[in-house]
């Protein structure tokens, strides 16, 4: 199994190093080789398992409860701006 | 005052009710000992001294009013630095969230906090739990107190190492593919990897979230069930939780293993070694001289468990660990540790576009098949005794440089998360000085029944009194 | 030329449903407007460890649009990650749903006029209808001198209704009829505010062209779509998608003129510049690699769950256009106007109820309404009936005094008249009030304009 590593690592959204795409690259077409063996299972019939609690229909009512303050939400967050976080522009011009 | 060493969580409980001792004493001696022992195990990340002495004064003036109080009230235990503690640094051991401080409790967390539990503090891991030996954590790996050259089992490295060097009498940990029940064999501890949706897993860092099982790590049985009363029940927010109410896994914990149909799976035990082997069927020997009976049974789908879950698993890692992207909280995704990366790459792989139907669908057609090996199994037998790990703890550095040969370490434990069902390790002796567990497995929601057969063989032997020696 | 290409439109518009709470964490869904970063909590600020749990309300809610476009309520539903990165998305995945969405295969007339003005009805296939969450806001700004964006979190996690339609669209107009139409059903079933400028429903438009020189050209362009399409956003009103749309298709042709394929991408449309411009920045791989989500259990449902909710259904804008013109004999063009808007339908309604004891015809309350415009969001449906009537009273001129006042108005104004007839309709609001003040005031000024056209035309 071979992996275009570049193209995994950019929708992974992680930079590597030339030294860390060539490890994974081997150490992940290892893995792969491993799990292939999932091949010799008959699973023609077999319906993925979904979850395994079997419980259906979990959710909420529609009730607002109180949110965390403006400190607790975003106080630890690289760059704030008055009250907002703030990261290097992803605009472009044309946006404006 | 007595040997804390000594202690489980039953003694403390006793000691503290009848004022024998203070909590405010209990917490300072533990907290003692975990400082001065920090620094050979490196089993905490951080050590919340000042809220343990609080929350232990508490203690006190609720037994001063005569206050009805949990078992557990004044009890020093560990959390996984996976549990979100509001106003406490949680880092999963990794750089990516080395000051992440959290806004809020996990569920657990409030729930021990409720219980008047004392936190001496939180415990390292393989960081985000990605590990079966404790050298991934990205603040140094923890020592096994059972020697010290070998690594303690992961991923909950620190809470087992904390536990067994009596640092605290119990710790919380997650097991999404055996991080509880590992380092719980290897450790000479009582591991229980609950039934998945059994503990809410809200508020603690996510690994694999449809394997992420939340448990925790005793001495004895009994503290085991005792911690599990007061952690386990449906979560308003998890919508994972059953609804169905927890047992009290105490009340009939000595009711004994009369009757009760043991199932050895043959594919557990076809390879295994034969010094191992000889210590697992000496406990079901045991467990039989009790009145338990004992049958082969068969798990066919268990050679593929490692391959199904090394899918499953990093493909929900590579999800979840997408928010860590260094802009609302903690550093940036270069700051993860190669392991993180290695799983991120793996999943991302495994669930992009024309892999997803070959990879992560077929393993979960598999993993189906897996969960109905065991329903099937339960039919005809109460509980499944199973080896939980092929050897004793190894060496440090001995599995690093190779990363399948890792995750082929923890070959017995994987295929129990993705059936879902509990399993309870529990020590069954040592092999040249080093400790050997066992796992209990029972269908869905059979804690209670784990505990039974767990203390009944407990009783018998009592390999917690075998404390390691590192003093 | 632009004659020389078939035009392909589907839109997907997303509507944020008007609960309390946000979809998956009791945060108030209520964000316009407030303070950034207030709304917020460990859910959708995507925190280590913090999990999703549903809002049902707005899993009905999704469910009702699907059963008001036509849609299939499938019985076994999910939801599932959809897996991206962007600063606006906390946990780097989406939830929303994949391959069971709330509602399916559906759709919804829209009526058109061809260039003679002849109108007909349209079926505009809805995809399915599908329920997700809102991503944070994002604003730039410059700050010290470097230009950075802005985020606010409030948003995330709001309810978020995505209804996809097929490429069933021809033109801008029909694209607009169809988005209107979608906007006054969401209205009529309460789901939403829909609000364009605030952001509650936005358009894109996947606008593409294809050639009709090609030989095997079919009536159904579905088996020939473009090997590209363009999605449009920044879009905040519906003239503007219109604008937008026009615009793309022009500029698409242009390519497709000099013999090249247009570049598979996604534009904002540029309301100062009055274009369409490329987002590059939004341009990365697209491989969203969804899979269930594990953390929220699936949503399986009875038919008879599924009944209960068509039988809450209120009656939508085609049925009651229908019923407005023939329970209260309403031309096509009053009935239309009136069933635009639900608070105005029911407004309606109302009055004529309290109309019938008043002895007033529908058609005379519809008048009132769409000439006059009261504010119904003051004045009463009974008090507008008693309004009318007072006034109806005291104001009928009758028949011989009008047309005596307005042939005494030509011929006083005959400069005037003739600029009419030579085209110059304005005036006619000048003859108007001549006729007005001739009476008193005591005139319909509607009843004058028809007897004043009437008379010159003669």
Sequence with gaps: MKINIKHVAQLANLKLTAEEEKTFEKQLGEVLEYVSQLDKVNTEKIEPIGHITGLENVGREDVAAPSLTQEDAIGQAAKIHNGFVAVDAIFDENDE | MMDITDLTIKDASSLLTSKEVKAEELAKAFLERTISLNKKLNSFITVTEDEALEQARKVDELIADKQPLSPLAGIPIGLKDLFSTKGTKTTAASKVLENYIPPYDATVVTKLRDANAVFIGKTNLDAFAHGSSGENSDFGHTRNPYDLERVPGGSSSG?????????????????????????????????????????????????????????????????????????????????????????????????????????????????????????????????????????????????????????????????????????????????????????????????????????????????????????????????????????????IGEKMSDPLSMYLSDIFTPTINLAGVPSLNVPCGFLDGLPMGMQIIGPDFSEKLLYQVGHAYEQETKWYEKKPKID | MIDDYEVIIGLEIHVELKTQSKMFCSCSAEYFGEKPNTHTCPVCLGLPGAMPVANLLAIQYSQMLGMAVNCDNPLNTKFDRKNYFYPDLPKGFQISQYDLPFSQNGFTNISIKSDKGIKSIKRIGITRAHLEEDTGKLTHATVDGKKVTLIDYNR???????????????????????????HQIVRYIGISDADMEEGSMRIEPNVSLCSRNNKNTTNNTNNKLPSYKVELKNINSFKFAE???????????????????????????????????????????????????????????????????????????????????????????????????????????????????????????????????????????????????????????????????????????????????????????FLVGQVMRKLEGKADANEVKEALIKELKK
Excluded at chain 2, 325 to 350: P, Y
Excluded at chain 3, 158 to 178: C, F
Excluded at chain 3, 321 to 335: C, N, V
Aim: with cysteine.
């Design chain 2, 159 to 395: 809470s087992a190492t904390s536990v067994a060097a009596s640092q605290v009498l119990a710790a919380t940990a997650t097991d999404t593919g055996g991080s509880i029940r590992l380092p719980a064999s290897f450790c000479n501890l009582v591991g229980i990897k609950p039934t998945y949706g059994r503990v809410s897993r809200y508020g603690i860092i996510a690994m694999a979230s449809s394997l992420d099982a939340i448990g925790h790590l005793t001495k004895t049985v009994y503290d085991n069930a005792l911690m599990l009363n007061v952690t386990a029940g449906k979560d308003e927010m998890d919508a994972t939780t059953s609804p169905n109410k927890p047992d009290d896994y105490v009340s009939e914990i000595e009711k004994g293993v009369d009757g009760v149909k043991i199932g050895l799976p043959k594919e557990y035990f076809k390879d295994l070694k034969g010094d191992v082997k000889d210590l697992i069927m000496k406990a079901v020997k045991k467990l039989e001289s009790l009145g338990a009976k004992v049958e082969e049974i068969s798990l066919p789908n268990t050679e593929y468990g490692i391959a199904t879950y090394y899918i499953i698993q990093p493909s929900e890692v590579s999800s979840n660990l997408a928010r860590y992207d260094g802009i609302r909280f903690g550093n940036r995704r270069t700051s993860f540790g190669a392991e993180a990366k290695r799983r991120i790459m793996l999943g991302t792989f495994t669930l992009s576009s024309g892999y997803y139907d070959a990879y992560y669908l077929k393993a979960m057609k598999v993993r189906r098949l897996m969960r109905e090996d065991f329903t099937k199994s339960f039919h005809e037998v109460d509980v499944i005794i199973a080896p939980t790990s092929p050897t004793p703890p190894f060496k």
């Design chain 3, 156 to 182: 995330s996690s709001v309810p978020l209704l995505e209804i996809v339609s097929e490429p069933d669209m021809r033109s801008a107009e029909e694209a607009k009829a169809y988005a209107q139409k979608i």
């Design chain 3, 243 to 429: 604008k937008a749309i026009n615009f793309e298709i022009k500029r698409q042709a242009e390519i497709l003129d000099r013999g090249e394929t247009p570049i598979q991408e996604t534009r904002g449309w540029n309301e100062n510049k009055n274009e369409t411009v490329s987002q590059r920045s939004k341009e990365e791989a697209h491989d969203y690699r969804y899979f269930p989500e594990p953390d929220i259990p699936p949503f399986v449902f009875a038919k008879k769950y599924i009944d209960g909710l068509k039988a809450k259904i209120p009656e939508l804008p085609d049925a009651k256009l229908e019923r407005f013109q023939k329970d209260y004999q309403l031309s096509e063009y009053d009935a239309e106007i009136l069933t635009r808007d639900i608070e105005m339908a029911d407004y309606f309604d109302e009055a004529t109820k309290a109309g019938k004891e008043a002895d007033l015809t529908p058609k005379q309350i519809a008048n009132v309404i769409i000439n006059k415009k009261p504010d119904i969001g003051k004045i009463l449906p009974a008090t507008l009936v008693k309004d009318i009537k007072a006034s109806s009273q005291k104001a009928t001129v009758n028949q011989n005094d009008l047309n005596k006042a307005v042939e005494e108005v030509i011929s006083e104004n005959k400069k005037a008249a003739e600029d009419y007839m030579s085209g110059k309709e304005n005036i006619l609001m």
